[in-house]
């Protein structure tokens, strides 16, 4: 479930930007609409911070790991939009309506609970993936040791079906140096059968 703060009219960047700097909490914009961002739960932060480990430790020299703070512009869909963890090239991009989001992600990776899956998989990947800059989309199940993950093919487009990584596997992200196993994704924070490890 997800809060929406409703105005008698659509939402401009504007107004967005003035409850974003206000609150405590985020929010997305979407459709003329804010929504604010659920709290994630033990497992999902624990798998977030993982990915910042795994995947920033394996990046060349220039790339860098941001965090779910990072706020994107999505230009064809005028949405402002988080993800639980980046990678962006090079000097970060900002629209000039707004110096605290970028706009040239090379990957982005979201940790799936039962309540932001529909969306993460969905809209949000969909909107993410019209990003030029962006190679590779990772979903991480939070529930079951398993991933998901999107490329762009040598043509530039995106490959019509995802790379589904189980137990056993490696993931192989554009950028990453070194291959990242499914099971250290996972180590500590989820057992083989999806129960979870912490407390």
């Given at each position: 479930?997800?809060?929406?703060?409703?105005?008698?009219?659509?939402?401009?960047?504007?107004?967005?930007?003035?409850?974003?700097q206000?609150?405590?909490?985020?929010?997305?914009?979407?459709n003329?609409?804010?929504v604010a961002m659920?709290?994630?739960?033990?497992?999902?932060?624990?798998?977030a911070a993982?990915?910042?480990?795994l995947?920033?430790?394996?990046?060349?020299?220039?790339?860098?790991y941001?965090s779910?703070?990072?706020?994107?512009?999505?230009?064809?869909?005028?949405?402002?939009?988080?993800?639980?963890g980046?990678v962006?090239?090079?000097?970060?991009?900002?629209?000039?309506?707004?110096?605290?989001?970028?706009?040239?992600?090379?990957?982005?990776l979201?940790v799936?609970?039962?309540?932001?899956?529909g969306n993460?998989?969905?809209?949000?990947?969909?909107?993410?993936?019209?990003?030029?800059s962006?190679?590779a989309?990772v979903?991480?199940?939070q529930?079951?040791?398993r991933?998901?993950?999107y490329?762009?093919?040598?043509?530039g487009?995106?490959?019509?079906?995802?790379?589904?990584?189980?137990?056993?596997?490696?993931?192989?992200?554009?950028?990453?140096?070194?291959a990242?196993?499914?099971?250290?994704?996972?180590?500590?924070?989820?057992?083989?059968?999806?129960?979870?490890?912490?407390?």
């Amino acid at each position: 479930m997800r809060a929406t703060l409703r105005l008698p009219r659509q939402a401009t960047y504007a107004d967005y930007l003035a409850v974003e700097q206000s609150s405590d909490s985020r929010h997305e914009l979407i459709n003329g609409v804010i929504v604010a961002m659920a709290g994630g739960s033990d497992e999902h932060n624990a798998l977030a911070a993982r990915l910042a480990m795994l995947v920033g430790a394996r990046l060349p020299s220039g790339c860098r790991y941001y965090s779910s703070d990072q706020r994107f512009w999505i230009p064809s869909h005028v949405r402002a939009r988080y993800a639980d963890g980046s990678v962006i090239c090079g000097k970060p991009e900002h629209p000039p309506h707004d110096d605290q989001a970028t706009t040239n992600p090379r990957i982005v990776l979201e940790v799936l609970s039962p309540s932001s899956e529909g969306n993460d998989e969905g809209d949000k990947r969909i909107d993410f993936q019209t990003l030029a800059s962006l190679q590779a989309y990772v979903l991480v199940h939070q529930d079951q040791r398993r991933i998901r993950v999107y490329t762009r093919d040598a043509g530039g487009g995106w490959r019509g079906e995802p790379s589904e990584l189980g137990e056993g596997e490696s993931m192989h992200l554009p950028l990453v140096d070194a291959a990242i196993a499914v099971a250290d994704v996972y180590a500590g924070i989820l057992d083989l059968a999806g129960r979870s490890l912490i407390g």
